[in-house]
């Protein structure tokens, strides 16, 4: 069963970089999408973007010119860096993995709540 | 304001059934077979509880069931039970930019 966790500073100040990795255990990271997705308090989701194992990856037009993904197969890792943030990107932070077949998500981490205040 | 419409809030009896239904256009439901639809509780993460429009994960109850009809996907559940008390989102593939688009969620309250 794969699990997923998420981990990183819970405060972030305005115009710095938000950085939070996902540690992917009980299953490879390699050969799948990953992706990583938020919920700001009291509203929906939004889809930020997805890496591939390969290295290809795809971004929410939105935050696209903030985002940058990465992952470390050897570490089975999945990083996420959002730069210049704002208290707009104060936000519950996901990642999931992308089922095969796609669109889906068929697991999730638990969540890391990140608070962009001075 | 989110891409896919969906209902704020929507209502049942335990035993009831309840259906959500979740709007789209021709460049994302209409277009691709992947509606997926989520289950949340709070402060948890949502739990994948439909994909493909119609199929199951495993563990999943056949109460949950998913449906498409042009532009717009829908979620029933039969025999409400008060555990089905949860926010609801639905997703649907939008082709490669963006990737998914999500619903605004739906609140179910069991009476």
């Known amino acids: 069963q794969v699990q997923l966790q998420e981990s990183g500073p819970g405060l972030v100040k305005p115009s710095e970089t938000l950085s939070l990795t996902c540690a992917v255990t009980?299953?490879?990271?390699?050969?799948?999408?990953w992706c990583w997705i938020r919920q700001p308090p009291g509203k929906g989701l939004e889809w930020i973007g997805y890496?591939?194992?390969?290295?290809?990856?795809n971004y929410n037009p939105s935050l696209k010119s903030r985002v940058t993904i990465s992952m470390d197969t050897s570490k089975s890792q999945l990083s996420l860096n959002l730069r210049s943030v704002t208290a707009a990107d104060t936000a519950t932070y996901y990642c999931?993995?992308?089922?095969?077949?796609?669109?889906?998500?068929?697991?999730w981490g638990r969540g890391t709540l990140v608070t962009v205040s001075s | 304001q989110s891409a896919l419409t969906q209902p704020a809030s929507v209502s049942g009896s335990p035993g009831q059934s309840i259906t959500i239904s979740c709007t789209g256009t021709?460049?994302?439901?209409?277009?691709?077979?992947?509606v997926s639809w989520y289950q949340q509780y709070p402060d948890k993460a949502p739990k994948p509880i439909i994909y493909?429009?119609?199929k199951r994960p495993s563990g999943i109850s056949s109460r949950f069931s998913g449906s498409k009809s042009g532009n717009t996907a829908s979620l029933t559940i039969s025999g409400l039970q008060a555990e089905d008390e949860a926010d609801y989102y639905c997703?649907?593939?939008?082709?490669?930019?963006?990737?998914?688009?999500f619903g605004g969620g739906t609140r179910l309250t069991v009476l």
């Open positions: 999931a993995k992308i089922r095969s077949g796609g669109a889906s998500f068929d697991f």
């Open positions: 009980g299953g490879s990271i390699s050969g799948y999408y």
């Open positions: 890496m591939h194992s390969s290295g290809s990856s």
């Open positions: 021709s460049s994302d439901i209409g277009s691709y077979n992947l």
């Open positions: 493909e429009v119609s």
């Open positions: 997703c649907s593939h939008a082709g490669t930019i963006p990737y998914v688009v």
